[in-house]
């Protein structure tokens, strides 16, 4: 007979984008939420948390870009030129040292509070084209990565075919990242589902490098051949050069010429969104689409700011990403979010902490096509332990902590129940005080 083991877990304080509650017991069966009370006591053998938030969610990475981390801020230039770094990067890579990066890169984002990634995945094949033998030595290296560290990871596979909007062919360092044309990618792309299997952490999802990387008509043939169920993401205006070229050559921006090719909607992911225009904006919010900000990037490459609010209030979710991993680090891209508001308006609150909590969380599960935990019976016990007591958090609301805590403030990182980082406090003995392990966050702030 197999034995159902059931976890329990007791927040002093659990704090979600629908409010704050108190004294919260929570019991995990399977990698699953089994049940919740409000207003209760532990019981013996709980793990006392803190300050518990759901899991953060990054829905954009690329983990190999850690290695350019403090490497490029004395070359100056634009994002452009930092690409140049980052092809000779992509040039270098094997699959054995693709792997270690991104267990590295993993490890650091789950330390960091992140329980989910959207590994946005375009480096396939050997430098100059040729496929791996046996295949998928690059993406299977990211599915160990995510397995071996525990985090659940959205195999973001990224077709790229050209080099720039007029569909000329890829240049010689992009060569590794193409599978000719669209029906290539597609077969390659249904045989990683396969090699890949069924994987409580891990699943595949399709990516689009961008209108630069993909012709209109592939991009089409790719979603008229994706299954429904399928996140589907792409990198969008993030330099306003690539919407002037492509308006040039089409006559129209690219959101509207997906919007017309049928390409937005719920499962779409559109990674920046840092220059659009007011119709484009409208154009995502009504197709309830969401957009990925990774506002350390976007600050580091000199990228812009993007319309978050806008977005928002035109009916996008937004949700956020580390990208580039100049920094891993959840909370500074929440704040990066409300900072880049702040300094484009000159007015304060613009989104407001129960909306940056959601663009941190429950907007990425969406993205990557996970269900979100709202702390509700079946839903994925990931959830992150944060210290309210702190130099930095001390005296915070517990719905604000999130403008203040750094990724240094994370103590326990869950996933699927699993504790992946910090132990969190176990309850030994009924009747002993709530702080019986650990320092009270009354007596640290003292
Ligand atoms: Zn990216």
């Known amino acids: 007979m197999r034995v159902r083991v059931v976890s329990g877990h007791w927040a002093e304080t659990l704090v979600t984008p629908s409010g704050v509650r108190r004294s919260v017991r929570v019991t995990v069966a399977e990698g699953r939420i089994a049940s919740v009370q409000d207003g209760v006591a532990a019981q013996e053998g709980d793990r006392h948390l803190r300050l518990v938030v759901p899991g953060f969610v990054n829905a954009h990475s690329h983990a190999f870009h850690r290695e ?52 946005f995945h375009y480096v396939h094949h050997r430098p100059g084209g040729r496929p791996y033998q046996p295949p998928h030595a690059m993406e ?69 490098h961008s209108v630069r990387a993909v012709p209109l008509s592939a991009i089409e043939r790719i979603v008229a051949a994706l299954p429904a169920d399928v996140p589907l993401h792409l990198h969008v205006a993030e330099q306003p050069r690539e919407t002037a070229a492509f308006l040039a050559v089409h006559g129209e921006t690219p959101v509207a010429a997906l919007d017309r090719l049928g390409v937005l909607g719920p499962r ?33 490459l000199g990228d812009g700011i ?3 609010k806008a977005l928002a209030a035109a009916g996008a979710r937004i949700a956020l990403g580390s990208d580039g991993q100049s920094v891993i680090d959840p909370l ?36 990557l096509g996970l269900r979100p935990n709202r702390f509700a019976v079946g839903d994925p016990a990931d959830f992150v332990e944060l210290d309210p007591g702190s130099p930095r958090t001390t005296g915070a609301e517990p719905d604000q902590l999130v403008l203040t805590a ?13 504790v992946l980082h910090g132990s969190g406090s176990i309850r030994r003995r009924a009747g002993a005080g709530p702080h019986d392990d650990r320092v009270s966050s009354d007596e640290s702030a003292r």
């Open 68 to 119: 350019l981390r403090g490497r490029t801020h004395g070359d100056g230039g634009d994002f452009w030129h930092w690409r140049r770094a980052m092809y000779r990067l992509a040039a270098a890579v094997t699959p054995e040292s693709y792997g270690v990066i991104a267990r590295r890169v993993f490890r650091e984002m789950v330390e960091a509070g992140w329980t989910a990634v959207g590994e």
């Open 140 to 208: 299977l290296a990211l599915a160990d990565a995510a397995r071996d560290v525990g985090i659940r990871l959205l195999l973001l596979d990224t077709c790229y075919l050209a080099a720039d909007v007029d569909g000329r062919p890829l240049e010689p360092e992009q060569r590794r990242f193409g599978d000719g044309d669209a029906a290539g990618w597609l077969v390659r792309w249904q045989a990683l589902r396969e090699a890949v299997g069924d994987d409580p952490l891990v699943a595949v999802g399709a990516a689009i």
């Open 268 to 300: 779409t992911t559109l990674v920046h969104g840092t220059h659009l225009s007011p119709e484009d904006v409208a154009r995502v919010g009504a197709a309830g689409a969401t957009v990925a900000f990774c506002p350390t990037t976007e600050a580091d």
């Open 306 to 308: 993007g319309p978050g």
């Open 332 to 367: 500074l891209e929440i704040r990066g979010l409300e900072a880049g508001e702040r300094l484009a308006s000159g007015r304060r609150g613009r989104i407001g902490p129960p909306a940056l909590l959601a663009a941190g969380t429950w907007h990425g599960s969406t993205s």
């Open 406 to 418: 750094t990724a240094s403030d994370v103590l326990t990182t869950v996933v699927a129940g699993r």
